[in-house]
């Protein structure tokens, strides 16, 4: 049986930069295999949009984790987990580390980002989150997983008032997370690609940087982050909004025409043989 975290890990490895798109649901999570992209990242953000949840936090780790085994079952590609925070303090991500290992994943996603902050955005200590990440990395070797992917991700910069500090900042949480046993370091809140670069340069290791968002997706390309020398882009909400739009916009011109001639115009519904092709994957 293949190991997929090895193959992660091959993929995290190898000249081209991995990109990642964000599912949301099986069916999402079967299009971005069909397209040939060699991985799918979970995304705890758009599991929550698609169940109609206030929050990450309200969705919870159970369902959280239900979906993404179901995503894991859906493809052949390995699929890399969102674990918020770990759901908790250092023993209780070795216990949500250990389930996610149980449901198949390759890898797994661990952020220093307080969940469900109900004021303003914040981030936990430095230390606390070497100790997560710690937890983690022992966890994954208990469960005879030692390729397992840990993407560890700071929020640091997106929280900053002052975006030079912030820089300086997500560089010395990066480093001290991947001491800690992190394979890849994942900085959110990159606007810029001058910003990328400032981060790809101090990090000592692997980087990964999140793209197609709303502060970033006029100012950088994939091409942009491919030439900066990212190792891992992930597009964390490009699935679950283009699905919204185009039900948004299907359903509208039905609405409004009453019949289907624009709807058929411009494209907007997939053929039964299209659809019955990923069912058959």
Known sequence: MVNKSTVLRELLASPDTLVMPDAYDPLSARIIESLGFKAVQCSGYSFALAACCPSEAAFGFERNLALTKSIVETVQVPVMADGEDGFGDPPVVAE??????????????????????????????????????????????????????????????????????????????????????????????ATTVEEVKTLVQGVHGPVSIAAGLPNNINTMSIADLKACGVRRVSLPVVAIFSAIQALTRTLAALRDSQDFPLVLQEKLLCSPEDAARLLAK
């Open 96 to 189: 949500t580390v250990r389930a996610f290992v149980r449901a198949g994943v390759a890898g797994i996603n661990i952020e220093d980002q307080v969940l469900g902050q109900p004021a303003t955005k914040r981030v936990v200590d430095r230390s606390l989150m070497v100790e997560k990440l710690r937890a983690a990395r022992e966890a994954a070797r208990q469960e005879g997983h030692p390729n397992f992917i840990i993407n560890g991700r700071t929020d640091a910069l997106s929280v900053a008032a002052d975006r030079n500090a912030g820089l300086n900042e997500s560089v010395a949480r990066a480093n001290l997370y991947l001491d800690a046993g992190a394979d890849l370091a994942f900085v959110t809140g």
